[in-house]
C-alpha cells in the first residue's frame, strides 16, 4: 500500500493550500483516511479524518473553520483544503488511512507546508 501526497509549499499567512493524498495497492476501501501534522521539535498531531462515505468528518480544534476535509470521487482520495492558515499551520503534513476490517494503518511520507508571516 502506497499514500503519495502532494500540494504542500510555502505560502503567506492569509493564503491558502490544498493538499492531496492518493493511496495505492489496497484491494480494500479505506474506512478512514485523514491528515495529521508533525511540527518541528513536536508530537505528529491529528488534524482531521473522514469516514467511508463522507458523512463523518473530524476536525482538530485549532484548525476548526478554517481546514475542510473531503474523499474525490476516485477510490482512496482525499483532500484538505486549508485556508486563512497562519505561521502555527507550519509543519509536515501526513496523509493517513486505515483499512478498519483489519484495523491496519498506513502512512505517507508527507509534505511539507510552510506560512510565513
Known amino acids: 500500500v502506497q499514500l503519495v501526497e502532494s500540494g504542500g509549499g510555502l505560502v503567506q499567512a492569509g493564503d491558502s493550500l490544498r493538499l492531496s493524498c492518493a493511496a495505492s495497492?489496497?484491494?480494500?476501501?479505506?474506512?478512514?483516511m485523514g491528515w495529521y501534522r508533525q511540527a518541528p521539535g513536536k508530537q505528529r498531531e491529528f488534524v482531521a479524518r473522514?469516514?467511508?462515505?463522507?458523512?463523518?468528518?473530524d476536525y482538530a480544534d485549532s484548525v476548526k473553520g478554517r481546514f475542510t476535509i473531503s474523499r474525490g470521487d476516485a477510490k482512496n482520495t482525499v483532500y484538505l483544503q486549508m485556508n486563512n492558515l497562519t505561521p502555527e499551520d507550519t509543519a509536515v503534513y501526513y496523509c493517513?488511512?486505515?483499512?478498519?476490517?483489519?484495523?491496519?494503518?498506513?502512512w505517507g511520507q508527507g509534505t511539507q507546508v510552510t506560512v510565513s508571516r
Open positions: 473522514i469516514k467511508s462515505g463522507s458523512a463523518n468528518m
Open positions: 495497492g489496497s484491494a480494500f476501501t479505506f474506512g478512514v
Open positions: 493517513h488511512a486505515k483499512v478498519t476490517i483489519f484495523n491496519r494503518d498506513y
